[in-house]
């Protein structure tokens, strides 16, 4: 099989719940009985509905939904917590359904980490114990997993409270306690479910912020579950979105804020600012069709890489008034937005509103 960038790949992944789950299955996909007939005819519940998409290496993948869109239960499939009722699941381009037992536990406590909404923290132990639990069960002797949890409370932000108990820290404390036990055992991927939903708003933020600096740093590939729009776009890479099961769009924040797939998508994206999403590089004019039409481009124009948001553009444009050259990462000149680009970019954003 050859290799491919895909970190993770599930490959029409069905879940049904119920004693009858196959037959219920089977009627699903060859007769397209709805989801209340395969619970009244069945007694069976579609939890994943034939979902597809791939995590590349080092990514940060969001899927979103509201509750019971099947979201929690999707990521628990990806380390075999729940059995898929039919389809694949490839870690590293390996086929995990066909893992034996031993494979299985060798997956979950060396490559993969989960953090959950409740820290599920050992009240007995101390901050360090807690956190140098996986490299307890994998067998690493007691000065060794110590030394590599130290290391991590460091990375997180937590020195000092190494000697403390769960129950003497904030939630956001715990929270990042759970986020260090998760990374001890420098899993290859993190499975975060709604990670931080349970904490009020300022510390979410600020530990989406953390987030966000460890994965740059870390670059572990991330499957991140959240129920907030808000959170997915500052988060992920990319985004999936959910409803009864199905994935109905996959993309970039901007790709998601800027070209929703349907009213359900729409509803959702109609509170996010494009100023938060959307990059230079998608309303800027060409470097030569600007050219083209003017005839000398002036040395003095300030600069913007194609990554920047529209905020940033808005920013660097008030001090100007002029055109801004739009650069690629090797600096080389790429294209050019002018006054009325940004003005364009903004008021397109609130068409309809």
């Not at 969001?62 to 999707?74: A, H, I």
Request: charged share 25%; with cysteine.
């Amino acid at each position: 099989m050859e290799s491919s960038d895909s970190a993770i790949k599930i490959e029409n992944v069905w879940k049904v719940f119920g004693n009858t789950s196959n037959e219920a299955l089977n009627s699903i996909q060859n007769q397209g009985i709805s989801k209340n007939e395969a619970l009244e005819k069945y007694n069976s519940v579609i939890g994943v509905s034939d979902v597809s998409f791939d995590v590349k290496q080092g990514e940060i993948f969001c899927v979103m939904g509201l509750s019971g869109s099947g979201k929690s239960t999707l990521v628990r499939h990806i380390n075999r917590l729940l059995e898929p009722t039919s389809g694949k699941i490839l870690i590293n381009d390996q086929d995990i359904m066909k893992f034996d037992r031993e494979s299985l536990q060798e997956l979950r406590n060396k490559k993969i980490g989960m953090v959950f909404q409740n820290f599920a923290l050992m009240p007995h132990r101390s901050v360090v114990d807690n956190i140098a639990m996986p490299l307890e069960i994998r067998g690493i002797s007691k000065n060794d997993r110590l030394d590599a949890a130290n290391k991590i409370l460091d990375i997180v932000e937590l020195q000092g409270w190494g000697n403390k108990f769960a129950h003497e820290l904030s939630g956001g404390m715990q929270q990042r306690v759970g986020l260090a036990r998760a990374l001890a055992a420098d899993p290859e991927f993190l499975l975060m479910d709604e990670p931080f939903s349970a904490l009020d708003p300022l510390i979410r933020r600020q530990l989406q912020s953390e987030f966000i600096k460890l994965s740059k740093q870390m670059k572990k590939t991330t499957v991140f579950i959240t129920h907030d729009l808000d959170e997915a776009v500052r988060v992920g890479h990319r985004i999936a979105i959910m409803r009864d099961g199905k994935v109905i769009q996959i993309g970039t924040p901007e790709e998601i804020v800027v070209s929703p797939a349907d009213e359900y998508v729409a509803d959702f994206v109609k509170g996010i600012s494009r100023l938060k999403v959307v990059q230079a590089k998608s309303i800027m004019q060409t470097f030569e069709n600007y050219e083209k039409k003017n005839a000398e481009i002036s040395k003095d124009l300030d600069s913007v890489y194609e990554h920047e948001l529209l905020s940033k553009l808005i920013e660097v444009s008030k001090s100007n008034q002029k055109p801004l050259i739009v650069k690629d990462s090797n600096k080389k000149n790429v294209g050019v937005i002018t006054q009325s680009d940004l003005l364009k970019a903004v008021i397109e954003g609130s068409d309809g509103e």
